[in-house]
């Protein structure tokens, strides 16, 4: 970054979140607000010091003390892109710095005109044109898009990866990739410069012997209600009838818990219906056909976390 401030060329930095932080947390008893909605924990926005839940929209102001121990003092964790931008200025002072994300989208014609500068942002970053003297792009925390719960997520920080590495037109900037997983397969094939088609036939592959789509049809069954035992029970009512109506193992996962225990107050419950073809999946859904205690919304050929 102070080289392409000593030269006057342009980079971008990418952050998997917006906001200040991830969380906030006492250090003494390691306590953190949660949204009163959601299990999920608030997150920290520096600039309006509020604590907000992306998940329902939740916020409140940032508490003086800690609920837990009565501690004055928060550590912010977890780097967003507001984060990120104030320790740019730290590094670079003078360097103009620039926001893009849900929370804030500055104006970035100088950068489109050509000025030398930094612009921090989220995947909406890609939604626009690269800064023509882009030298520099740096992926922070790049293991935040594998860490999801879902087979798909390997691929897409693949093309993520990818879109990036072809963002500018005319030139490749330097890619700087923040991580732990450095050995995958996702960003190997990208740094030895292997063919476009080498990640997405070994991911295929996979995707066979695990009976994964393409080689597989899927639907998930969410089982949600106020109550977390009722929806507990509903979505085993749900497992037992599917099982009496011949499904195997194999083609019904679950039930489990949501990766988030509450969303919107409510508790949801999941299963994944795994089929070799279209015909079989309507089958097995067409025995979901009746009034169930809880609230079920089925969803086919997911796209969200699996």
């Not at 926001?99 to 014609?109: F, G, I, K």
């Not at 740096?138 to 293991?143: E, N, S, W």
Request: hydrophobic letters at 40%; one cysteine or more.
């Amino acid at each position: 970054l102070r080289q392409v401030q000593e030269r006057g060329r342009q980079a971008a930095l990418l952050a998997p979140r917006r906001g200040y932080s991830a969380l906030l947390r006492c250090p003494s008893c390691d306590h953190t607000p949660h949204c009163r909605n959601c299990d999920v924990p608030l997150r920290f926005h520096q600039e309006t010091r509020q604590l907000t839940c992306h998940q329902c929209g939740y916020h409140q102001s940032v508490p003086d003390r800690c609920d837990a121990c009565g501690e004055r003092m928060w550590q912010a964790r977890g780097p967003g892109t507001e984060w990120i931008a104030a320790e740019v200025a730290k590094l670079t002072p003078g360097l103009p710095i620039y926001r893009c994300d849900r929370d804030r989208q500055d104006d970035l014609s100088p950068l489109a005109a050509g000025e030398s500068g930094v612009v921090v942002g989220t995947q909406l970053l890609l939604a626009r044109d690269a800064p023509p003297n882009l030298a520099l792009i740096g992926v922070t925390l790049a293991d935040t898009w594998l860490n999801i719960s879902d087979f798909r997520a390997s691929e897409r920080y693949h093309r993520l990866l990818r879109q990036l590495a072809e963002w500018h037109p005319e030139r490749a900037p330097l890619i700087v990739v923040q991580t732990f997983q450095a050995d995958h397969p996702a960003l190997k094939v990208l740094l030895e410069g292997r063919d476009v088609l080498a990640y997405p036939a070994a991911e295929e592959r996979a995707r066979k012997a695990l009976g994964y789509p393409p080689h597989a049809r899927l639907a998930q069954v969410e089982v949600a209600a106020r109550d977390p035992q009722k929806a507990k029970i509903a979505a085993q009512e749900i497992f037992d009838v599917l099982h009496g109506a011949g499904a195997t193992a194999g083609e019904v996962l679950g039930p489990a818990p949501s990766p988030v225990a509450r969303l919107r107050g409510v508790y949801p419950y999941h299963l994944l219906l795994r089929a070799r073809d279209d015909a079989r999946l309507a089958q097995l859904l067409s025995t979901l056909d009746r009034r169930w205690p809880a609230r079920v919304r089925v969803d086919v050929n997911p796209r969200g976390g699996l």
